[in-house]
């Protein structure tokens, strides 16, 4: 069917301006699946940040020290306020929050599959901070980048937090790289858990990627998933040695010519596996959500009384 004459010219209008550089904000007009796109991805990353607050909320009561109980609560607030940072951006496009969460709680909507994993040990947090974290950063800084403003600018600010929450799990990485040899082999099991599903978190291949190609057109991806995947590792491998410790793939090499760390192949059927609901935690982390849903309730009910009660005084005032 022909595109109508006046949306063909909001769209060659609305694409001149993302090939110009500028950025679209929630008033502009955008074609319909640019906001789709856009309020997916920005609702699983919202989820993400959500839900993953439990894996490394599983450890606050557990910290070694109060030193560490401190920075671990600041980091899972930090969490919860990107969280909350990005359903604000999603609402800019039409969608309001509770409609988000009940995606999420009926198992519509996807949030990252690294948050499906569990958190054995002190050193897993560690390695979550330096690896999760630091994964994040990659796809994140070039996010800031993305064409749509409110998202954009949400990014900036994540960033800023994440890259301190990825020098604290490196230093407390470090402190264990350090320490007894049992400290070590913590480390070591730790890195080995989370090296594959880290990669993950970059998505499919771009073989494999049906909404890169409208993504990267649009410009709210500015790089794939595997030329973030491998930046990553290129970034991180370096941070390994200095740790001394083993990433866990016998394929891992550097090209010299190229200088990129080649790595060996992921398992997909992994990975699907804990998009279709088959991770060791994916059942674990829904119903953590639902019942904080549901003990949530009453403080859902008092907000709306409150605020309809002042709106109320207001119109008897304005009377
Ligand atoms: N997990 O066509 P593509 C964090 C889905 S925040 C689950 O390549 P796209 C901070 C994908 O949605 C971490 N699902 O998709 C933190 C799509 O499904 P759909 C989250 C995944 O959008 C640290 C399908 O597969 N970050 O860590 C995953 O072009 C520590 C096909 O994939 C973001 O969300 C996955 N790993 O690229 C918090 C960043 N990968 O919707 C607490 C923003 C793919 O068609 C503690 N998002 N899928 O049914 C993005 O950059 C992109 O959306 C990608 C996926 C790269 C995740």
Redesign the pocket.
Known sequence: MPVPTEEAALLAAFEARIAAGESIEPKDWMPERYRKQLT??MS??AH??IV??LP?GNWITRAPSLRRKLSLLAKVQD?AG?GLYIYCGTETLGVDRQELTEQLLDGRA??????NYPTLTWADVGV?GWL??G??IV??TV?AKASYGPYARAMVRICKE?NF?KRQGYEVCMVLSKGTPAQKAMLQDAVNRFWWPSL?????SDTN????AE?LKWRV?RKT?DELRQRFVNLTVPQAIALGITIPDPDLKLNEATGDWEFGEIDWSEFHAV?KGEGPCNHERMAARQAAHKEGEWVRAAATAYAEKQKARQATAAA
């Open positions: 997916r991805m699983q990353h993400s940040e993953g607050m490394e969490e990107h996807k949030y990252s599959s690294i948050f979550i999760v974290d994964a994040a796809n994140q996010l994440e929450h993950m978190m970059f998505g499919p990627s049906p909404n890169s993504l991806k998933n998009l």
